[in-house]
């Protein structure tokens, strides 16, 4: 099976260990921009977001969304140990089960899995995310909306439409219109 790392039970007990679950309100900025990310969490439940603050205007824009099922962290960041570029807010209540970088380097000098544990992390989330550069730079506001509508339909209604058009490169007035031309208002 591609993309499948097969874990050793020690590796599984050894990280188990180490794991801790908790919950976070809404609202809280678990990751500041310019700080040096000393955690990684896992989304259990909820949804959270990636902001880039603009170095000209200093505006706020969303650059990403994390659902549930999702690793958090930034790049660069948690795995370079240098300041953050991004912040990351909780837009609903959320339940995490986090780790250490400190754990997570430990477990990576006795164990072989832990690299390809990390570059499994890195490498989908590099991959999607420039997937939808590619897509904001080469598909028409239309396209991006039909191709990207499954994950537009799971945010509407659970965050700001701001932050849906920062995400998708549009303007919210353009989102707007793009969801209730092909969503008839919905």
């Not at 260990?17 to 000393?38: C, D, F, M, N, P």
């Not at 240098?82 to 837009?91: F, M, R």
């Not at 999607?128 to 080469?138: M, S, T």
Request: one cysteine or more; hydrophobic letters at 35%.
């Amino acid at each position: 099976m591609e993309g499948y790392v097969k874990l050793g039970v020690k590796f599984k007990l050894a990280l188990r260990s180490v794991l801790h679950e908790t919950s976070y309100k809404k609202g809280a900025r678990i990751l500041s921009s310019g700080s040096v990310q000393h955690n990684i969490w896992f989304l259990l439940d909820g949804l959270a977001r990636e902001i880039r603050v603009h170095p000209d205007t200093f505006e706020e824009n969303t650059v990403w969304f994390w659902f549930s099922g999702s690793f958090l962290f930034s790049t660069p960041g948690l795995f370079n140990r240098v300041p953050s570029e991004s912040t990351i807010e909780l837009l609903e209540d959320c339940r995490v089960v986090l780790i250490s970088y400190q754990d997570w380097a430990r477990l990576k000098e006795v164990f072989g899995e832990n690299e390809l544990v990390t570059e499994k992390i890195r490498g989908g989330y590099d991959s999607v995310r420039q997937q939808l550069g590619d897509d904001i730079r080469n598909l028409s506001t239309d396209q991006r909306y039909l191709k990207h509508e499954p994950v537009l339909d799971n945010l509407f209604g659970r965050t700001q439409l701001r932050y849906v058009a920062e995400y998708m490169g549009m303007s919210p007035d353009r989102l707007g219109r793009l969801r209730r031309k092909y969503n008839n208002g919905a």
